[in-house]
C-alpha cells in the first residue's frame, strides 16, 4: 500500500525556519518525484516544489526560489523541505505528493497525497 505521511509543521516567528519531512511507504523514491503543495484558508491548493530523484531535478514555486530547498534521503524514503526567511504568507496545510516533476508543479500530475501538516507563521 502506497502511503505519504507528513511530518515537521508548527508555528514559527517570521523570519524564522522549519523542515518539513515526507517520508514514503510502499514504493521507492526513484519509483515516482515527490511534490509539495500547500492550501492556505479560502485559497486554492499551489504547488511549492518537487524533486525527480531519479533525474536529479528540482523544480520551485516562484514565490519560494531562494528560500525553500527541497532535498530527499533515498536510504530513509524521504524527501525534506527546508523553509527559511518564512513569511506570514506562507501559512498553509502543507502537503506532499507522489508523482511527476513538472516546471509548474501542478497537482494535476499527482496521484498519491499524504494527509497535510500545518505550518503557521506568526509573530
Known amino acids: 500500500q502506497l502511503q505519504l505521511v507528513e511530518s515537521g509543521g508548527g508555528l514559527v516567528q517570521p523570519g524564522g525556519s522549519l523542515r518539513l519531512s515526507c517520508t514514503a511507504s510502499?514504493?521507492?523514491?526513484?519509483?515516482?518525484?515527490i511534490g509539495w503543495f500547500r492550501q492556505a484558508p479560502g485559497k486554492e491548493r499551489e504547488g511549492v516544489s518537487c524533486?525527480?530523484?531519479?533525474?536529479?531535478?528540482?523544480r520551485y514555486a516562484g514565490s519560494v526560489k531562494g528560500r525553500f530547498t527541497i532535498s530527499s534521503d533515498n536510504a530513509k524514503n524521504t524527501v525534506y523541505l527546508q523553509m527559511n526567511s518564512l513569511k506570514p504568507e506562507d501559512t498553509a496545510v502543507y502537503y506532499c505528493?507522489?508523482?511527476?516533476?513538472?516546471?509548474?508543479?501542478?497537482?494535476?500530475?499527482?496521484?498519491?497525497w499524504g494527509q497535510g501538516t500545518q505550518v503557521t507563521v506568526s509573530s
Open positions: 505528493a507522489a508523482g511527476v516533476c513538472t516546471g509548474n508543479v501542478w497537482e494535476g500530475f499527482y496521484d498519491y
Open positions: 510502499g514504493f521507492t523514491l526513484d519509483s515516482y518525484a
Open positions: 524533486i525527480s530523484t531519479s533525474g536529479g531535478s528540482t
